[in-house]
């Protein structure tokens, strides 16, 4: 494993992470911002193994749970392949347990940890989808420049994955926005990490 990979950990974290990547074998793949997940389990990837992806953008805190999400979903599928569904409870047990595991060892800092173990206790499919946790996390972004989609006025242009959006219309937990250049409409979480555009 290439050392800059550690980097996207929490220092503190690295002895048990180091732990988990010589116990499992897999890919681990390290991606650009991507608006529709944090991470992603895929059981057979481009080299025939199984395939972890964490997006590059998130802070080592949010870094850390999503990788033990997406290596519970490697464990369960070692264990029980597609008898089980992908977040049932064989799933949400595990991952609870890997999350006060970590809290355990005091990894994460003393204003998150009650989130953070509130979270554990029923995890859902998405750390973003707890809006408890996911505005306690994100008090450790470093781009300080970024927006969640949900904060930016109708009507308001912005870019993620360097494209550029219009805010069209808000659902329940989604915006229908339009992209600029192609005018396709897409459905985007309010929770998505924006950068407003004022030209």
Known sequence: MHA???????????????RWFHKYSFDFVITP??????GDFRPIGKNGIPQISINESLNPY?????FTHELTHLIIW???KNSVKPHGPEWK???SEGLIYLLKKNIFPEDIKEDVYQYALNPTASSASSHVLFSALRKYNTDENKLLLKEIPIN????VNNKV???KRKLRTRYLCKEVFSGKEYYISGLAEVEIVDK
Do not use: A, C, D
């Open 165 to 167: 959006f219009i805010v």
């Open 4 to 18: 800059q990979v550690w980097t996207y950990f929490p220092k503190e974290s690295l002895p048990y992470v180091k």
């Open 93 to 95: 047990n595990l991952f």
């Open 156 to 159: 308001k242009k912005f870019k």
């Open 62 to 66: 949010q870094f850390l749970i999503t």
């Open 78 to 80: 070692l264990r029980h």
């Open 33 to 38: 911002h991507r608006t529709s997940k944090y």
